[in-house]
């Protein structure tokens, strides 16, 4: 059973306007949350995080906010540039158990 | 008891020095995996492996070296080219990829004098 789940496989954006890439979990238990990005023969780089007690973080052009009702995340790009284009992982950490779970990506293409 | 386990669970260095961090874990995973985590930044990925005599770099991979000769064992060392070496150092397995639960040992705090 999935406790991260991404269910957009891929997501197709213009240059310039905004990408949203969506993230549910199930595990109440998660206590902080982290996207990723990866570019096809790379390793997976940390991009943002969260902690479960707030709801919004941002960093440049990323935004990360958090709706721990509705069990789900979100990472904003804006405004999304092609050097975005790449897959992007959710993941979410429980320290009681320390553990990590990954979603299983969405793979984003910025088109000029 | 399954597990991973990571020593010492604290570490001093001499700058200059080149130091190697344990990890072994009798869970039976192929993939297994080092983070970094600096005060206020997420885990970022220094490499992992997915299998034995294979692995990839992460997200930082510049001055550090890690071997995987046996399943169970997936050691990291810091080299002296690593600028800025202090930090908490996670290690951590699963299943099979990215993508499988990942977990984590208790972790080695390295300080660089």
């Known amino acids: 059973d999935q406790q991260v789940k991404q269910n957009s496989p891929s997501l197709s954006v213009q240059e310039g306007r905004i990408s949203i890439l969506n993230c549910d979990y199930t595990?109440?238990?998660?206590?902080?949350f982290l996207w990723y990005k990866k570019y096809p023969a790379e390793g997976p780089t940390f991009l943002i995080s969260?902690?479960?007690?707030?709801d919004k973080n941002e960093d440049g052009r990323f935004t990360v906010f958090l709706n721990k009702s509705a069990k789900h995340l979100s990472l904003h790009i804006v405004p999304s540039q092609p050097g975005d284009s790449a897959v992007y992982f959710c993941?979410?950490?429980?320290?009681?158990?320390?553990?990590?779970?990954f979603g299983k990506g969405t793979m984003l293409l910025v088109s000029p | 008891d399954g597990g991973i386990t990571q020593s010492p669970k604290y570490l001093f260095r001499k700058e200059g020095q080149n130091v190697t961090l344990s990890c072994e874990q009798n869970l039976n995973h192929d993939a297994m995996y080092w983070y970094r985590q600096d005060p206020g930044q997420g885990l970022r990925l220094i490499y992992y492996s997915q299998i034995v005599n294979d692995f990839q770099k992460g997200d930082i991979a510049e001055g550090y070296s890690v071997s995987r000769e046996k399943k169970e064992s997936f050691p990291l060392t810091v080299t002296s080219a690593q600028k800025n070496p202090t930090a908490f150092y996670l290690c951590?397995?699963?299943?099979?990829?990215?993508?499988?639960?990942?977990?984590f040992g208790p972790g080695t705090r390295l300080t660089v004098l």
């Open positions: 969260i902690s479960s007690i707030k």
């Open positions: 595990n109440s238990m998660f206590d902080y």
């Open positions: 993941a979410a950490w429980n320290s009681g158990y320390s553990t990590l779970t």
């Open positions: 951590a397995s699963s299943e099979r990829d990215l993508t499988d639960t990942q977990y």
